[in-house]
T-cell receptor, first 115, second 115 residues
Framework: ETGVTQTPRHLVMGMTNKKSLKCEQHLGHNAMYWYKQSAKKPLELMFVYSLEERVENNSVPSRFSPECPNSSHLFLHLHTLQPEDSALYLC??????????????FGPGTRLTVL | AQSVTQLGSHVSVSEGALVLLRCNYSSSVPPYLFWYVQYPNQGLQLLLKYTSAATLVKGINGFEAEFKKSETSFHLTKPSAHMSDAAEYFCAVSVPLGGAQKLVFGQGTRLTINP
């Protein structure tokens, strides 16, 4: 595998289910990100981890819970979601050597549908 | 606070015509600016970025962008559109965030190429 991978690519869940999204980066980067992309809003940053520590929690509801066990893996745990949480969830990573000028590399996303 | 505005949510051009996608930014500090492209059912891919070196930045697939501080603009151009350029394009500004960075995206511009 190369770049940033995400699993599953598609997920349908009920409002009472618990599920997890997985992201893995094969680039040796030290920062990872979760973004939400919905039809009517710009891309929204949800969480940022740098060296496995969370540095941003962008006012995200507690029904979304991130986990970064090491610099290569990032999870997003989901529980009791709402239909408005249906969106494309994108993971990204970056090396963060250039103080804001680094390129973020994105995975293909997980298309989440909440029924 | 840093922000980005993309003028035109949809742009349509004929194959072989000039492509011009507009991006204006707001930043209290010298910005790092990015253009990303998203093809259907895929994540975002970097086209090019401005990191305070040359004001004319060349990217992949024949795209380029010019940073104009006086106009707070970073418009994306390509001299001759190809059918494969049909995609959604996002302009973003980077905000340093602890040991990582935060990308603030514009609303996106969907580019359609007419044969």
């Amino acid at each position: 595998e190369t770049g940033v991978t995400q699993t599953p690519r598609h997920l349908v869940m009920g409002m009472t289910n618990k599920k997890s999204l997985k992201c893995e980066q094969h680039l040796g980067h030290n920062a990872m990100y979760w973004y939400k992309q919905s039809a009517k809003k710009p891309l929204e940053l949800m969480f940022v981890y740098s060296l496995e520590e969370r540095v941003e929690n962008n006012s995200v509801p507690s029904r979304f819970s991130p986990e970064c066990p090491n610099s290569s893996h990032l999870f997003l745990h989901l529980h009791t979601l709402q239909p408005e949480d249906s969106a494309l969830y994108l993971c990204a990573s970056s090396q963060d050597e250039m103080r804001g000028a680094d390129t973020q590399y994105f995975g293909p996303g997980t298309r989440l549908t909440v029924l | 606070a840093q922000s980005v505005t993309q003028l035109g949510s949809h742009v349509s051009v004929s194959e072989g015509a000039l492509v011009l996608l507009r991006c204006n930014y707001s930043s209290s500090v010298p910005p790092y600016l990015f253009w990303y492209v998203q093809y259907p059912n895929q994540g975002l891919q970097l086209l090019l970025k401005y990191t305070s070196a040359a004001t004319l930045v060349k990217g992949i697939n024949g795209f380029e962008a010019e940073f104009k501080k006086s106009e707070t603009s970073f418009h994306l151009t390509k001299p001759s559109a190809h059918m494969s350029d049909a995609a959604e394009y996002f302009c973003a500004v980077s905000v340093p965030l602890g040991g990582a960075q935060k990308l603030v995206f514009g609303q996106g511009t969907r580019l359609t190429i007419n044969p």
